[in-house]
């Protein structure tokens, strides 16, 4: 059966404080990996896609990296409105389905 | 300009009642979802339309009913709500099925179900 697990479940860091948001895949085939930001009373804010093992993408202080077992969400000196909860997605089938993990709450601190 | 717009963002009622939620898209996309975000914050996939063509039933009960008019249009009617609907409804759009890779979804800001 299909796996998406996210760790930690919660990350406080104070501001300008580097870290890593992991998730962890077990599907029968990857056709993308997808990371979402959501706010409180928001939609989920798509930020990027991963294809394929060894693929990486940045955006400002966020970069994605993808292996074939897991993907990180690196973000580097973290600023208060990074605050959020980031959800990683997995796409498995040609329908478009997606399966979420459970999210990493991250909320830093001036 | 808001690209996933859906009507409306609050409702609250009554056990047993008949309620619409309405979604509406710009982008110009193919395909459109319904998701259901429990108490746990965890996002199920609920169905999908791809040019108004049903693509994913998933294991829901048949009191929700979705109907698509049009490839920008995706509503979830749901008749004789019970405590357990209660949830937040997103709805979602991408921009084709590609048989290889997925292509990334973009959502609404949720409709909050409250049920009394």
């Known amino acids: 059966e299909d796996q998406v697990t996210q760790s930690p479940e919660a990350l406080r860091l104070q501001e300008g404080e580097s870290s890593s948001l992991n998730c962890s895949y077990t599907v029968s085939g990857l056709r993308g990996l997808f990371w979402y930001r959501q706010d409180p009373g928001k939609g989920p804010e798509f930020l990027f896609t991963l294809y394929s093992a060894g693929e990486e993408k940045e955006k400002e202080r966020l970069k994605a990296t993808l292996t074939k077992k897991e993907s990180f969400l690196h973000i580097t000196a973290p600023k208060p409105e990074d605050s959020a909860t980031y959800l990683c997605a997995v796409g498995t089938d040609s329908w478009g389905k997606l399966q979420f993990g459970a999210g990493t709450q991250v909320v830093v601190t001036p | ?116």
């Open chain 2, 1 to 116: 300009d808001t690209a996933v717009s859906q009507t409306p963002k609050y409702l609250v009622t009554q056990m047993g009642n008949d309620k619409s939620i309405k979604c509406e898209q710009n982008l110009g996309h193919d395909t459109m979802y319904w998701y259901k975000q429990d108490s746990k914050k965890f996002l199920k996939i609920m169905f999908s339309y791809n040019n108004k063509e049903l693509i994913i039933n998933e294991t829901v009960p048949n009191r929700f009913s979705p109907k698509s008019p049009d490839k920008a249009h995706l509503n979830l009617h749901i008749n004789s709500l019970e405590l357990g609907d209660s949830a937040v409804y997103f709805c979602a759009s991408s921009q084709s099925r590609d048989t290889y890779s997925n292509q990334p979804q973009h959502f609404g800001d949720g409709t909050r179900l409250s049920i009394l």
